[in-house]
């Protein structure tokens, strides 16, 4: 089992950055592909980017493809998602999930995410 805490959300201009941080618990980071998604209010939540467990294999949703970049330290058990060029249709609670597996590549489906953080709030103003 592994516990994921979300930080670096925040309000922000459009334009600009911030970077997501997920803090995983235990020792077998490694074992888990990882994955960020969000959740805007009256809408599903939506993937946004996930990892494989070796971070060589990422994948993106094409709204964020370009601007948002995913990166994992397996030292630190800790999964980053880089934010650039921010929306306002960008504003949406984050989280990040966690997918023990042993394929490489990540999954893009919610369903596929055994564990989640609690997310944490992202609001870009215009």
């Known amino acids: 089992q592994v516990q994921l805490v979300e930080s670096g959300g925040g309000l922000v201009q459009a334009g600009g950055s911030l970077r997501l941080s997920c803090a995983a618990s235990g020792r077998t980071f490694s074992s888990y592909s990882m994955g960020w998604f969000r959740q805007a209010p009256g809408k599903e939540r939506e993937f946004v980017a996930s990892?494989?467990?070796?971070?060589?294999?990422?994948y993106y949703a094409d709204s964020v493809k370009g601007r948002f970049t995913i990166s994992r330290d397996n030292a630190k058990n800790t999964a980053y998602l880089q934010m650039n060029s921010l929306k306002p249709e960008d504003t949406a609670v984050y989280y990040c999930?966690?997918?023990?597996?042993?394929?490489?590549?990540?999954?893009?489906?919610?369903?596929?995410?055994?564990?989640w953080g609690q997310g944490t709030q992202v609001t870009v103003s215009s």
């Open positions: 999930a966690a997918d023990q597996t042993l394929l490489l590549r990540p999954s893009v489906e919610t369903g596929k995410y055994d564990y």
């Open positions: 990892i494989g467990r070796t971070g060589g294999s990422t």
